[in-house]
């Protein structure tokens, strides 16, 4: 039986290593429109989810059906990453690859990936950390934003809510977002268009654009501070994966971030 200190095999890893995807992109095996469509299709997949839900709402006669909605983001967001999951099985599986293959390499032994988590971890909250403030001052003209109480913050859900945020939202939504940002499209991007600077461009901009739609309030300035807040953070993190190029470490310290996340978001 193999030990979990051990290293993922190294086909695996090669299966999604930048030559490899290189190759299937001269072959055509690898083309825009799949990284294309699984890099906007998260954003997409999160405004349609908040719909259903305010659907519901309104079939329930409940006002503000979408405000209603939004507060619930932190379950509905697994329809996002069912949506998500199956466009990265469609596309992955025409290279003949498994989402285990976009993961790569897991390395336990000596706590590698927990150190490199704790690196990645710092980096991104100090890059959101410089830039909420001036962000939350051209959007509100205050450094400190309004946070929406009720929808984006102090959310009250009921106890079984609250379990499964922590529960199966928080164990799906993290490796998921990984997944989709860096193990497929980042590396694809850049194999397509030769250019990492238009990968991480491209990849970090839609990453950050999604945090303006979970949850999706109609008010200019939360879509500007929420946008160009995440921004900066999610250039480091696509800079980080170029030069590390194995997902687990982010995996770990998205884990840890998405955990503060609903910490500070819901109303316990």
């Not at 030990?3 to 072959?27: F, G, K, L």
């Not at 699984?38 to 309104?58: E, H, K, Y």
């Not at 998500?84 to 590698?112: K, P």
């Not at 999706?216 to 300035?221: E, H, K, T, Y």
Request: aromatic share 14%; proline share 5%.
């Amino acid at each position: 039986m193999a030990s979990i200190h051990e290293s993922t095999p190294p086909n695996i890893v090669a299966a999604n290593s930048q030559a490899t995807i290189s190759s299937r992109v001269a072959a055509g095996q690898v083309t825009w429109r799949g990284p294309l469509l699984v890099v906007t299709g998260r954003s997409v997949f999160m405004i349609a989810a908040q719909a259903v839900v305010a659907g519901l709402f309104f079939l329930r006669h409940v006002a503000s059906p979408w405000n209603a909605a939004a507060s619930w983001w932190s379950v509905y967001g697994t329809l996002v990453d069912l949506g998500c999951l199956a466009l990265l099985v469609h596309f992955a599986g025409r290279e003949g690859l498994r989402l285990r293959d976009l993961v790569g390499s897991i390395r336990w032994r000596w706590g590698v990936d927990l150190f490199l988590g704790l690196i990645i971890l710092v980096s991104a909250g100090l890059c959101f950390g410089a830039a909420a403030k001036p962000v939350s001052l051209i959007a509100f003209g205050t450094a400190q934003p309004y946070l929406y109480p009720g929808l984006l913050s102090g959310r009250v859900l009921p106890m079984w809510a609250i379990a499964y945020s922590f529960c199966i939202f928080l164990l799906i939504w993290s490796p998921t977002e990984e997944i989709i940002y860096q193990g497929y499209s980042l590396p694809r991007i850049h194999a397509l268009s030769k250019r990492w600077w238009v990968a991480v461009l491209i990849v970090s901009f839609w990453w950050a654009l999604q945090h303006s739609f979970i949850p999706l309030i109609f008010d200019w300035r939360y879509i500007v501070w929420r946008f160009l807040a995440f921004w900066p953070a999610m250039i480091a993190l696509n800079l980080l994966y170029l030069w590390i190029r194995r997902l687990p470490p982010f995996i770990l310290s998205h884990w840890a971030l998405d955990t503060l996340a609903l910490v500070i978001t819901l109303k316990l």
